[in-house]
């Protein structure tokens, strides 16, 4: 199959599943041929599934599989959920639709990225995130959890970190952040100081670059993109991606996922733009370390 062909049928749902189902498969210590004879399958069946490359997915096959590799029911729901939606190309995840609403598709795409390319506009990313800034945000976003429940959201997004701060091929993350990021408050002053000083600290990185787009750039797009994340996964042997980019776009009821190329274009462009109209690196790190020194006064 080539490559062209291989992304037409792999819809991002899709992939999703294959790629969590392969985890859970090697948590299992099973091969791909041991786990397609359990199931009464051929091998190619299993490896088409996990590649996001199977036409027909059938929901008793996935429950199927999990009772296999002994996945929580939890998260057996959020891959029946993957299974049951459609194929096409910029799909809308809206939370609790047939995908439970815990069930995080972003962070397995967000784990196999080797390159982010993101701009935010209200809150510092994830990936980049201190433990008392996530914390401060967790608070307030999910006011009914218990402590331990917070604690526990908390840690997860500072495992994700590890995308960018592994000493083995980490990926690269390229950041624009709007300058009322650094302003607006988050926690307390303390937290803030601490936050920017943790930005301007990662920005030394070889693999992050991370510049502000100060106020009086004013609007270098003429309107407003809101925040995005643009994930590419590689390339193989070849120099072809190994799966299509995607620019996620989070949203306060879902997600949207858009991988058709007009679209990834679009976004590409819009962030050219913001470049050109932020800050250096070295500068955009000293106004990070100035405006930290504004909060401790």
Same mark, same amino acid.
């Given at each position: ?46 490896? +088409? ?8 997915? +059938? ?18 729901? *959020? ?28 962070? *397995? ?5 080797? +390159? ?11 990936? %980049? ?38 000493? !083995? ?28 000083? !943790? ?8 693999? %992050? ?9 004013? %609007?270098?797009? *003429? ?40 679209? %990834? ?33």
């Amino acid at each position: 199959m080539s490559e062209t062909s291989t992304h037409t049928s792999s819809t991002l749902p899709r992939r999703q599943l294959g790629r969590y189902l392969r985890d859970w498969r090697a948590r299992a210590g099973l091969t791909i041929a041991e786990a397609a004879k359990l199931m009464e399958w051929g091998a190619t069946t299993l490896q +088409r599934l996990e590649k996001g490359q199977a036409d027909r997915i +059938r929901t008793i096959d996935i429950e199927a599989l999990c009772r296999i590799y002994g996945i929580p029911d939890e998260i057996g729901e *959020g891959l029946k959920g993957l299974a049951q939606q459609a194929a096409v190309k910029s799909w809308w995840h809206a939370y609790g639709d047939l995908i439970p609403e815990d069930f995080d598709v972003f962070v *397995g795409l967000e784990a196999s990225a080797r +390159r982010l390319t993101a701009y935010q506009c209200e809150l510092v990313p994830g990936l %980049v995130q201190t433990v008392d800034y996530a914390r401060a945000l967790n608070t307030l976003g999910y006011p009914a959890n218990s402590a331990a429940e917070l604690e526990r959201r908390v840690q997860l997004r500072l495992q994700r970190q590890v995308l960018i701060t592994r000493r !083995h091929q980490p990926a690269n993350l390229e950041v624009v952040l709007c300058e009322s990021v650094l302003r607006r408050v988050v926690g307390s002053a303390k937290v803030m100081a601490a936050q920017l000083r !943790h930005l301007a600290d990662l920005s030394t990185r070889d693999n %992050v670059e991370l510049r502000v787009l100060p106020f009086s750039s004013g %609007v270098p797009l *003429g309107l407003s993109s809101g925040p995005y994340i643009l994930l590419e996964f590689g390339a193989d042997p070849k120099g072809q991606p190994v799966e299509p980019p995607v620019v996620y776009v989070e949203g306060f009821t879902g997600d949207l996922y858009l991988e058709r190329e007009t679209d %990834v274009r679009r976004y590409r462009r819009a962030h050219e733009q913001l470049l050109r109209s932020a800050l250096d690196i070295s500068a955009s790190r000293h106004l990070l370390r100035q405006v930290a020194k504004e909060f401790m006064v």
